[in-house]
């Protein structure tokens, strides 16, 4: 079945940098969207970074220049590198696929993407 799990979530101080890895499998990953979403206590979740198909991304304002969505379709893994963390960055990490394969770019609706994973915590202390 579709499945995706993260890792690579952690502690670390400000300024610091953490790489997220997402096996995924059960699908055809190299045809699907997929996305970097992230929620924090008592916030609701947003995307932080989708990555095309054909490796087009999209980030949050609030993460452009410091995070590098990537995947490997040989290896069915999406990544999510992340550096210069700040406290605000401080969340449950969750990648997920697009419900639909291809399209022109990636869903703008945070409900246009399923098959959620479990997350993993990223945690940034001033």
């Known amino acids: 079945q579709v499945q995706v799990v993260e ?3 952690g502690s670390v101080q400000a ?3 953490l790489k997220l890895s997402c096996a995924a499998s059960g699908f055809t990953f190299s045809r699907y969207c997929m996305g970097w979403f992230r929620q924090a206590p008592g ?3 947003e995307e932080v970074a989708s990555i095309h198909p054909d490796a087009g991304t999209r980030y949050a304002d ?3 220049g410091r995070l590098t969505i990537s ?7 999406l990544y999510l590198q992340m550096n210069s963390l700040q406290p605000e960055d401080t969340a449950m990490y969750y990648c997920a696929r697009a419900r639909w394969p ?3 770019s990636c869903p703008v609706n945070r409900g246009d993407f399923g098959a959620w994973g479990q997350g993993t915590q990223v945690a940034v202390s001033s």
Request: proline share 5%.
């Open 7 to 9: 890792s690579g979530g």
């Open 15 to 17: 300024g610091g940098s």
């Open 62 to 64: 609030s993460v452009k």
């Open 71 to 77: 995947r490997d379709n040989a290896e069915n893994t």
């Open 43 to 45: 916030k609701e979740p």
């Open 102 to 104: 291809g399209g022109r």
